[in-house]
């Protein structure tokens, strides 16, 4: 019987289908609260684990077979050195598509429609008109990324009457975009577009992927709207251009240092926006995308213990 390591939260109603699924298969241990010695122990013990440990936690840990993630994204592990030989990565990739895509909706029309001043006047008891204002409907919207949250974004510009190009790897049209292009056409979709939304992950091929130069190259009313990773923009690129007076505004939830240091003057940009990496949270948050990942985790606990092939499988 493996041993499986879970090192998430997990409700009640969680845990009966874990037990339901798992029974006969698998000896499950919390290490949720428990103190570092004790999960470093645990972790020594597991076969599997469910969570996101520490490197160095994992280098210690002889049984290891397989790690299940509970997040999308796997730079923790893939973009530094030291993850164990012959284990096996697997994400949640696809848990995310729904809650970041609402969240990019959401944002734009946020800043589009001019809540952030609306919700000032408010404050001030103040009624007073802000001026002009922008719809999503007509509007040429550039997706990077074309993935799980890429196409769920995609699929909600287009009820709002958007027009959506994507870019991938390969030009394969993929549902509810209208066109699909490669890296080497980006240069000529960032002048086209009216909103620029980045939803790609952490690579070698999409660090610093957005430069001065191309954010230069966009409109100069386009906005900006980055829910991948923060690596995606060259360090300080966003705020020369911004400060120029270029692109309308940007919606800024993840950085390239987190959390954004206090002095950046990117704080106090009244046309940015900015959150602190909740666009996609995995638990905490939204019980819908809880019980996402762990439908993920479920299935991909049955299909080890059968032998078949990994949901999402990195390494």
């Excluded at 990739?93 to 809650?99: I, K, L, M």
Aim: glycine fraction near 8%; hydrophobic fraction near 35%.
């Amino acid at each position: 019987m493996n041993e499986l390591l879970i090192l998430v939260p997990c409700d009640d109603n969680q845990k009966e289908k874990l037990y339901k699924e798992c029974k006969d298969r698998y000896h499950v241990t919390f290490g949720t609260g428990a103190d570092k010695e004790l999960v470093k122990n645990y972790i020594r013990q597991a076969d599997v684990i469910i969570g996101e440990p520490d490197m160095e936690w994992i280098q210690d840990a002889p049984n290891l077979k397989w790690i299940q993630m509970t997040w999308a994204g796997t730079d923790k592990y893939t973009r530094n050195p030291g993850f164990p030989e012959g284990v096996m990565l697997t994400s949640a990739s696809g848990a995310f598509g729904v809650v970041i895509s609402e969240y990019v909706i959401g944002a734009i029309l946020n800043m589009y429609r001019r809540f952030p001043q609306y919700r000032k006047n408010q404050e001030m008891h103040l009624w007073m008109d802000m001026g002009s204002e922008r719809c999503i409907y007509g509007k040429r919207v550039l997706i990077l990324g074309a993935g799980n949250i890429g196409s769920e974004t995609a699929k909600r510009l287009k009820t709002f009457g958007a027009y959506v190009s994507g870019v991938r790897r390969t030009s394969l049209k993929k549902e509810f975009f209208d066109e699909m292009h490669t890296l080497k056409e980006l240069d000529e979709e960032l002048k086209k577009a009216d909103i620029v939304i980045g939803c790609m992950p952490n690579n070698d091929d999409t660090v610093g992927l957005l430069d001065y130069h191309r954010l230069r190259e966009m409109k100069a009313d386009t906005l900006f709207v980055n829910v991948g990773r923060g690596h995606l923009l060259q360090d300080g690129s966003l705020e020369k251009v911004l400060l120029e007076g270029h692109l309308s505004g940007a919606v800024l939830d993840v950085e390239s240092v987190e959390p954004l240091p206090q002095d950046s003057v990117l704080w106090d940009m009244e046309n940015v926006m900015i959150t602190p990496h909740i666009s996609g949270p995995s638990f905490g948050h939204s019980k819908d995308t809880e019980n996402r990942i762990w439908d993920i985790c479920l299935d991909n606990l049955c299909r080890f213990q059968e032998g078949r092939k990994l949901l999402n499988r990195c390494i």
